[in-house]
């Protein structure tokens, strides 16, 4: 008989506090639900070879790019699954845009994993088990992404400490725009790093962040709108001036305005990536999507900051 699993997994944002977290600095971030990563395990014939379908990679396990290939053939092995297994992913979270696309993929599989054995699997088990897939895909994780997608609620994190937030309840939309420009955190990182060793005005700009980051807090316990859309035009002010920015984005945020968007900035590494823009009303959320797309955004989704 066929045996199978399945688990899911949404991605996240970073509201505020990007490269400044690095530093030290607090950051929050909370779940994108509107990006979900689904995995499906199920047996195959003994004969047969473990497979994987994925929009990365499609074909044999053991010719699978090595991440994929460490995390499955370590629940084979860990479990002792007899049989051999197709594992298939399915997703529209685009993977380097700073949504976090491995670390949802980690814990949809972890979960299908847990739920193809028909073991009980807790929170701690499962950020304990997609923290060790994100160190094979990024080498030094932060954590925020696992530990956001695993609670499901806005979190505070810093330091490696992380507290969960109350749910967003702010009468507002947010836009998440795909820039279609692939971007590299890992290298914003070191530039902004580097600019902050050689001269105390650009760690200046982190601490700033450090300090709206805080009053962002302030903005999302009063359900305050406004507030929180002058904290990312500061926020963005900032990430422009640590050289993380992109054309692209600044673009797409100038267009964006034009449609009546509040405010916008990056979220996650920038120089491409992904950017967050806020809107009063659905209806003009559609037409920055919209625009957004006709300008050559390769994907926009609309969430509800009300929760």
């Not at 970073?14 to 990006?35: C, N, R």
């Not at 028909?118 to 895909?137: G, Q, R, T």
């Not at 904290?231 to 945020?253: C, G, M, P, W, Y």
């Amino acid at each position: 008989m066929t045996q199978t699993g399945y688990g899911e997994a949404n991605g996240k944002v970073i509201l505020i506090g990007e490269h400044a977290v690095t530093f030290g600095q607090p950051a929050i971030a909370i779940p994108f639900k509107s990006g979900v990563v689904k995995a499906t395990i199920t047996s195959l014939k003994e004969n047969e070879r473990s497979f994987i379908n994925s929009d990365v990679y499609e074909g044999f396990l053991d010719e699978a790019p090595e991440h994929i290939k460490l995390v499955v053939t370590r629940f084979i092995n860990k479990y002792e699954i007899p049989q051999p297994i197709n594992v298939t992913f399915e997703t529209n979270l685009p993977p380097s845009r700073g949504l976090g696309s491995s670390a949802a993929m980690a814990i949809a599989f972890i979960r299908a994993s847990y739920n193809y054995l028909n073991k009980p699997l807790s929170d701690e088990k499962l950020i304990e088990e997609a923290n060790w897939a994100e160190k094979i895909a990024h080498g030094k994780p932060s954590g925020i992404d696992t530990q956001t997608i695993v609670s499901n609620k806005p979190v505070w994190f810093q330091q490696s400490e992380v507290t969960t937030l109350k749910p967003l309840a702010i009468e507002g939309y947010m836009v998440v725009i795909d820039t279609g420009v692939r971007g590299s955190t890992k290298k914003a990182v070191e530039d902004v790093h580097r600019l902050c060793d050689n001269s105390q005005e650009y760690m200046q700009y982190v601490e700033h962040i450090g300090v709206l980051v805080h009053e962002a807090n302030q903005a999302i316990n009063n359900n305050d709108f406004n507030q929180l859309a002058h904290i990312f035009k500061l926020s963005q002010e900032n990430l422009r001036k640590l050289t993380v920015s992109h054309d692209q984005i600044e673009a797409l945020l100038e267009l964006s305005q034009n449609q009546g968007a509040i405010a916008g900035k990056l979220t996650g590494g920038g120089r491409g990536g992904s950017m967050i823009v806020l809107a009063q009303d659905l209806e003009t959320a559609e037409k920055i999507s919209a625009s957004a797309l006709e300008f050559g955004a390769h994907h926009t989704w609309i969430e509800y900051l009300g929760g």
